[in-house]
């Protein structure tokens, strides 16, 4: 079952704009996580944030929480062609089932 | 740097065919889990194990098992494999201790079955 829904399926920049992706779920959480995929390759984890946190930071990479509306989103700042990949938000099911959105596939361009 | 490696990267198999994918972890990590990742679809979760020769049933287990004999090696196995079964394999594994936390993945295994 879905627990996260990212918003757009897609977005496409020219290099040096900003990325924002947001992620919705249903159920209570503990943390909420970013994932960034490569085309055809591993999930490569970017950020978690706790749920008694509102934001945080790394690098280029800022995340918000808001526990009341169930949501998150994603800030990539000063984006780059290396950027482009698809990003998954994440949230437990449970104490060991990390259930993941549908994805926000981001195309920079040059 | 934790390392999660898979057997194969691509793979290609026939109806009926047993087909093994071998996952493993160098950071000593409690749980390792497989997913398969099909357009549309997203990542939905196998099988996982949090201990050695524990399993737990993800979503989707029809047709697979899967073996875990040492702690860092987490094998899927599809029985007989049918064509339905074509999708992205990833295996990842994480360190909880009771704080569910980061999970890291392999580089994924494209599996086609003819």
């Known amino acids: 079952s879905q627990q996260g829904e990212e918003d757009p399926q897609a977005l496409s920049i020219q290099e040096g704009e900003n990325a924002t992706m947001n992620c919705s779920y249903k159920?209570?959480?503990?943390?909420l996580q970013w994932y960034r995929q490569n085309s055809g390759r591993g999930l490569v984890h970017l950020i978690l944030i706790r749920s008694n946190e509102r934001e945080k930071h790394s690098g280029r990479l800022r995340v918000t929480l808001d526990t009341s509306k169930k949501s998150s989103s994603l800030l990539i700042t000063a984006s780059r062609a290396a950027d482009t990949a698809s990003y998954f938000c994440a949230t437990y099911q449970g104490a060991q089932k990390l259930v993941f959105g549908q994805g926000t596939r981001l195309t920079i361009n040059p | 740097d934790v390392k999660v490696t898979q057997s194969s990267r691509y793979l290609v198999k026939r109806t009926g065919e047993k087909v093994f994918l071998e996952c493993v972890q160098d950071m000593d990590h409690e749980n390792m889990f497989w997913y398969r990742q099909d357009p549309g679809l997203g990542l939905r979760l196998i099988y996982f194990?949090?201990?050695?020769?524990?399993?737990e049933k993800g979503d989707i287990p029809e047709g697979y098992s899967v073996s875990r004999e040492k702690k860092e090696r987490f094998s899927l196995i599809l029985e007989s494999a049918s064509t339905n079964q074509t999708s992205m394999y990833l295996c990842a594994s994480s360190f909880d201790r009771g704080r569910p936390g980061e999970q890291f993945f392999g580089p994924g295994t494209r599996l086609t079955v003819l």
């Open positions: 159920t209570s959480i503990n943390n």
């Open positions: 194990s949090y201990d050695v020769k524990m399993k």
